[in-house]
């Protein structure tokens, strides 16, 4: 938690984690399946690319696999991480107090 002198009132957080999960499941992503067909030559990939009688891509079976470790670190704010000053309520000035007077005559 920071709360710096020169704004009283002002404080921040903010949070680091870094999670490693071995032998994960997910899927490929068809982005990578084109890719290791056309551009690596992966024959498994190719033959999960599906193309219509004119020769288009009609779709892409995507699969989960094992897709080892997956690892994600990152700094995130914390959900109550900053809590600024309010300002003081104003409060009416001599000039806009209200005054009454009355008089009485016999």
């Known amino acids: 938690m920071l709360q710096p002198e020169a704004v009283r009132g002002l404080s921040l957080a903010l949070h680091y984690f870094h999670i490693t999960v071995d032998d ?3 899927l490929t992503g068809t982005t990578n399946i084109l890719n290791g067909c056309y551009n690596g ?7 999960l690319v599906v193309r219509n009688n004119s020769g288009r891509i009609q779709y892409v079976n995507d699969f989960y696999a094992n897709i080892g470790t997956h690892h994600d670190q990152r700094y995130r704010p914390s959900p109550s991480a900053a809590r600024f000053p309010r300002r003081p309520a104003a409060s009416p000035s001599a ?3 209200a005054t009454s007077s009355s008089t009485t005559s016999l």
Request: glycine share 24%; proline share 0%; aromatic share 8%.
């Open 24 to 26: 994960a499941i997910g």
């Open 41 to 47: 030559g992966v024959d498994e990939y190719c033959g």
């Open 95 to 97: 000039s806009t107090a």
